[in-house]
C-alpha cells in the first residue's frame, strides 16, 4: 500500500470507497511483473468486486464512480481509453483499473526525502566511566576475591546470624 493511501486519502474516503481502492491497488501494486516492475493496471470485473468486497453491484458503482471524480483511480477500456462515467462503463466486458496514488510504495521517493542517519558509526559500545564502575563493581581498583576466600567470607557471616 502506498504511504499516500494512509497519510492523506484514508480520511477523506467512505468504508465502500476504501474497499474498491483497496482491491485495484492490491490487484496491481501487489504484482510483481518478471521484470521486476509492478502492473501499473489491472482488469477486475464486478463480480470480482463482489466477491472480494462483500459490496452490492450499485456500492460498487456509486465507489467507482467517487473514486474516478476523487481523481484516485482511472478506469479504461482495453484500448486504454478513458472510461469517466458510469455510461461509459455500461456494458463493458474488459474495463481496467489503474491507482492514481503515485508510485508504489517501494519505489515513492517523495515519501523517503530525508533518510535516518546513522546513530553510531562503528559496532563499538563506548561505556562511560559510570558504566565501567557499575560493570566491575563500586571501586574499579578492587581486586577480585578467590572462590576460596568469598565462600569463607560467606560461612563466618552466616555463623555470625547463627549465633544472635
Known sequence: MPNVFFDF???NLSGSEIKILAIIIRQTYGWVLPNGKRKKRDRISYAQFETKTGL???VISS???SLIEK???????YGGKVLVSADQRKGKTCIYYTPLLGASAENDKSQCILRQKDVQKSHITKLNNSKLK???GKNPCKKRKSDTARLAEILS??????EC
Open 56 to 58: 452490492s453491484r450499485r
Open 71 to 77: 481523481e484516485l483511480i482511472r478506469a479504461s477500456d
Open 134 to 136: 557499575e560493570q566491575k
Open 63 to 65: 465507489a467507482i464512480q
Open 157 to 162: 557471616i552466616r555463623s555470625k546470624f547463627n
Open 9 to 11: 486519502h484514508l480520511k
